[in-house]
């Protein structure tokens, strides 16, 4: 098991974003920012899709606009700001449960300071040390947390790891649109998001 690199520990949660309900504040999931020159002025928020919809995973009542808060400067408070959700930039299926929210990258850097930025990729090649960071229901949405799950199997475009952590599917719930970053002690990278959870007699998956 590798320990994590301090500043690459900073790096994660500077990319985490907790994502709320505009209309009653409620906390409504996670997700990660993206940052590369190819954005030019623009910077991605990437979560799962179902955490855009009212209703969830029945894909039907999409929210209009989200709150994004926002790791400031001093890494401690956070800072929300309004997004509207573009319906051309989300899934409305739980095979392909992902979405994009674009933001103006000045928007982004005058909370957060310099984005980093990080590479993604679609291999996870021979690491299976695998970080995830997100505002689980444990905590009402109010802190983050970790979690360090081990490789299972793909299934398509999709992958499974089973949780170490003792969370419930109540308590995960919140872990939706999470970045799954790889950790090779000296790098980290973007693999995927975290979408589904389930709690079977083998572990949880």
């Not at 997700?31 to 954005?39: F, K, P, T």
């Not at 179902?50 to 956070?78: P, S």
């Not at 499974?160 to 308590?171: S, W």
Request: glycine share 6%; with cysteine; hydrophobic share 40%.
């Amino acid at each position: 098991f590798l320990v994590m690199d301090k500043e690459l520990d900073k790096i994660i949660s500077k990319l985490t974003v907790r994502l709320k309900d505009v209309t009653d504040n409620r906390y409504i999931g996670t997700g990660v920012i993206y940052c590369s020159d190819e954005l030019k002025e623009k910077v991605y928020i990437i979560t799962a899709s179902h955490c855009l919809f009212i209703d969830g995973d029945d894909f039907q009542q999409q929210r209009e606009e989200v709150f994004v808060d926002i790791l400031q400067k001093d890494l401690i408070d956070y800072q929300s700001i309004k997004v509207a959700v573009n319906p051309d930039l989300l899934f409305k299926d739980k095979k392909k449960d992902i979405a994009i929210l674009s933001i103006d990258k000045k928007e982004i850097e005058n909370i957060l300071g310099e984005t980093p930025k990080i590479k993604v990729v679609k291999e996870k090649s021979i690491y299976k040390n695998f970080i995830v960071k997100g505002f689980p229901q444990a905590t009402f949405g109010e802190e983050i947390a970790v979690l360090y799950p081990d490789w299972l199997q793909t299934i398509d475009t999709r992958f499974q790891l089973q949780l170490k952590e003792d969370y419930t599917a109540y308590n995960t719930k919140g872990f939706s649109g999470s970045g799954v970053f790889i950790n090779t002690e000296k790098d980290i990278f973007l693999y995927g998001i975290f979408t589904r959870f389930r709690a079977e007699e083998k572990g949880k998956v």
